[in-house]
């Protein structure tokens, strides 16, 4: 019997993945650049691999010593507290296995986790996964006219987020900056989080993948650095998307030792060992970030700088065709209302059939948007789609010829 699984087979990436690789498209589907990491982290990587045999054998099992000494030093320098690299850092195969052996370890039959919608999907196979019940909380657009629609536009209502704590739940999971919407939360809402967390007893898990990608001025917030927040918030963290090497699958989770102590369990009982030479090349990463941080030189400081001329050019793209893009305030994705476009086949949410209609008949690929909403939410946000614009000029420009051939 099977049971324990049964239902979680269904997954929007390995069904778009797969239409994608079987058709000829430009691709704006999946989130991951389509160019290398930075030379010094592609020297980094071969220095790594050329470096003598240990580079090539086991390291430390909960993270390789160099990795996890740079990181603590590293957030431990900007949340302005002592992180001990030993026991408050777990490094993980991509953010993916650090949010899975969260869940598996923080959450137990009977527990109900709030998931802020719309949400990075695999949140809700994990928590279910784990034996908890997902609650969901979504964000909703506040009524705008006359501007641009932007990821800010999205809000949570306070009475709402507090009126899905209960004695049953055990954490709260948020994404910032959001994937798919770009979101990036601000330091009101993180407080207001934060309070019910407090007065509930409540965990956090805060996925900041995107933490580096925020454009327009917006800054990050890290909530673990809430007053009160460090001894209940795991900080999830990815190399892969920190320093565009998606295929190196480096991962962190960061969080209070007393807690940090459980994910280690399901770590060494999971693949106990991550690959040693990719984590050397992410601490040499690290470390070059540590010295020129907050400079000009500082790739955490260039790379949303590139990423905000792209987010620019997709959106011209968009806009010269009718569509409606929300302009990202971080992150990887713009999402757009297609509800203007026309329909295809009948039997699938509309941004479903879209997508595969857009793969198949354009050769452009997006993600329907609905895929990061609950069952019950599914069917309000049909009507949008996902593009990835972490992306050569030239592919941005490939889709903008297909956009512009639209009729
Ligand atoms: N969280 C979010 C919000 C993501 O978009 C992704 C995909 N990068 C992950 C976690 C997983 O990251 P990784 O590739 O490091 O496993
Ligand atoms: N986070 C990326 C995205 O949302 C990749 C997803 C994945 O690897 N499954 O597109």
């Not at 940090?260 to 030479?277: D, G, I």
């Amino acid at each position: 019997c099977f049971m324990s699984v049964e239902g979680f087979d269904k997954n929007i990436w390995v069904e778009f993945t797969q239409l994608i690789s079987d058709y000829k498209v430009v691709n704006l589907g999946q989130g991951f650049p389509d160019f290398g990491p930075p030379s010094f982290m592609q020297e980094a990587y071969c220095n790594a691999i050329c470096g003598g045999a240990s580079m090539h054998q086991y390291t430390r099992a909960f993270g390789y010593p160099r990795l996890v000494k740079i990181i603590a030093k590293f957030f431990g320098r900007i949340m302005g507290r002592e992180i001990d690299p030993m026991e408050e850092v777990l490094i993980t195969v991509g953010a993916y296995h650090a949010l899975f052996c969260t869940f598996q370890a923080l959450v137990d039959e009977g527990d109900e986790v709030i998931i802020v919608e719309p949400f990075f999907d695999c949140y809700e196979p994990m928590v279910m996964m784990a034996g908890g019940t997902p609650v969901y909380i979504p964000l909703k657009p506040k009524e705008v006219t006359g501007s641009a629609l932007s990821s800010a536009d999205w809000l949570l209502c306070p009475e709402e987020v507090a009126s899905k704590f209960n004695p049953r739940t055990k954490a709260i999971v948020i994404n910032t900056p959001n994937n798919p919407l770009g979101k990036v939360f601000q330091r009101d809402e993180l407080q207001m989080i934060a309070d019910l967390c407090i007065k509930h007893d409540v965990l956090c898990i805060s996925d900041e993948v995107y933490e580096w990608l925020t454009y327009d001025g917006e800054h990050h917030i890290k909530i673990a650095s809430l007053p009160g927040m460090w001894e209940r918030t795991v900080t999830i963290g990815s190399a892969g998307k920190s320093f565009c090497a998606t295929g190196w699958k480096v991962g962190w989770a960061m969080c209070s030792g007393h807690i940090l102590k459980h994910l280690k369990t399901f770590h060494q009982n999971s693949v106990y060992h991550c690959p040693t030479a990719p984590q050397e090349a992410v601490a040499v990463g690290f470390q070059r970030e540590y010295d020129v941080f907050g400079t000009e030189e500082s790739y955490f400081r260039q790379l949303p700088a590139q990423l905000h001329a792209k987010r620019l050019k997709l959106a011209k793209s968009l806009r010269s065709v009718g569509l409606q893009p929300i302009l990202p305030q971080g992150g990887y994705f713009m999402t757009t209302d297609i509800s203007s476009l026309s329909e295809y086949t009948k039997d699938e949410p509309y941004d479903y059939r879209f997508v595969k209609w857009l793969i198949k008949e354009k050769g452009l690929a997006a993600i329907p948007v609905s895929g990061f909403y609950s069952p019950e939410h599914r069917a309000d946000f049909q009507n949008y789609i996902r593009f990835c614009f972490v992306k050569e000029d030239s592919t941005l420009e490939a889709a903008e010829d297909i956009l512009r051939q639209w009729n």
